[in-house]
């Protein structure tokens, strides 16, 4: 995980940013980066705006994360801006978000879910949705805003951005806006083509930038 990327430094109450084209392991790793938290007592955030809680929930299953108990104790919360979005069931108990076009009510849903919690990890998957339906103007500072909120409060977040969908301007935007950022690729130069991440950067720490085979295995 993100221990093995970096040589010293802060790894709690960070922003991180996750960039790579679809299909590189994104949200693989987003799940195991919250999966990770649970074992060791933090709770966990997923705001959800492409696909429903129940693909989320399924596909950490099927990783061996099951979920359920912790949903059940509130140690796992969703925050859905997918279901009523798209005119789909709402899904359990996760709390809904009904707009992805104002961050600001994101923020509120989050401020929420955060009021009685201590050091949890949360996951935005994606970003890129919540930049595509939303002011280009504004949004930098939006996100800006809401990540200063998290980290001060001593937890920490994690942006899912898709490479390819925005101009060079947005990643260069975003991803300084980020107290890390993790670029992910798949490496079919091998016979067998492996997913991989590396630590392109991480304020105030030391980073080796290599690649590093990502492996998820149960």
Same mark, same amino acid.
């Given at each position: 995980?993100?221990?093995?990327?970096?040589?010293?430094?802060?790894?709690?109450?960070?922003?991180?940013?996750?960039?790579?084209?679809?299909?590189?392991?994104?949200?693989?790793?987003? /799940?195991?980066?919250?999966?990770?938290?649970?074992?060791?007592? &933090?709770?966990?955030? &997923?705001?959800?705006?492409?696909?429903?809680?129940?693909?989320?929930? %399924?596909?950490?299953?099927?990783?061996?994360?099951?979920?359920?108990?912790?949903?059940?104790?509130?140690?796992?919360?969703?925050?859905?801006?997918?279901?009523?979005?798209?005119?789909?069931?709402?899904?359990?108990?996760?709390?809904?978000?009904?707009?992805?076009?104002?961050?600001? /009510?994101?923020?509120?849903?989050?401020?929420?879910?955060?009021?009685?919690?201590?050091?949890?990890?949360?996951?935005?998957?994606?970003?890129?949705?919540?930049?595509?339906?939303? %002011?280009?103007?504004?949004?930098? #500072?939006?996100?800006? #805003?809401?990540?200063?909120?998290?980290?001060?409060?001593?937890?920490?977040?994690?942006?899912?951005?898709?490479?390819?969908?925005?101009?060079?301007?947005?990643?260069?935007?975003?991803?300084?806006?980020?107290?890390?950022?993790?670029? &992910?690729?798949? %490496?079919?130069? /091998?016979?067998?083509?492996?997913?991989?991440?590396?630590?392109?950067?991480?304020?105030?720490?030391?980073?080796?930038?290599?690649?590093?085979? &990502?492996?998820?295995?149960?």
């Amino acid at each position: 995980m993100i221990s093995d990327l970096v040589k010293f430094g802060q790894l709690t109450q960070i922003s991180y940013m996750l960039v790579g084209p679809l299909g590189t392991g994104k949200t693989t790793y987003a /799940e195991a980066f919250l999966a990770e938290g649970i074992e060791q007592g &933090f709770p966990a955030i &997923f705001v959800t705006t492409d696909v429903s809680p129940r693909v989320i929930r %399924n596909d950490m299953s099927r990783h061996g994360w099951a979920i359920e108990a912790q949903e059940a104790a509130e140690q796992f919360v969703f925050i859905d801006g997918y279901s009523e979005r798209m005119g789909a069931p709402k899904s359990g108990s996760a709390r809904s978000l009904a707009k992805v076009d104002d961050i600001s /009510e994101l923020g509120i849903v989050l401020s929420e879910v955060l009021e009685d919690v201590v050091v949890a990890r949360i996951v935005i998957d994606s970003l890129s949705t919540l930049i595509l339906h939303s %002011n280009p103007a504004t949004m930098p #500072r939006a996100v800006q #805003r809401l990540s200063g909120r998290v980290t001060q409060s001593s937890h920490s977040i994690m942006y899912i951005l898709e490479d390819g969908v925005h101009d060079e301007k947005t990643y260069a935007t975003f991803s300084y806006l980020a107290d890390a950022v993790l670029r &992910f690729r798949i %490496n079919d130069a /091998e016979p067998v083509a492996k997913h991989q991440v590396r630590m392109e950067r991480m304020r105030g720490t030391e980073t080796s930038h290599e690649w590093h085979d &990502f492996v998820i295995a149960r």
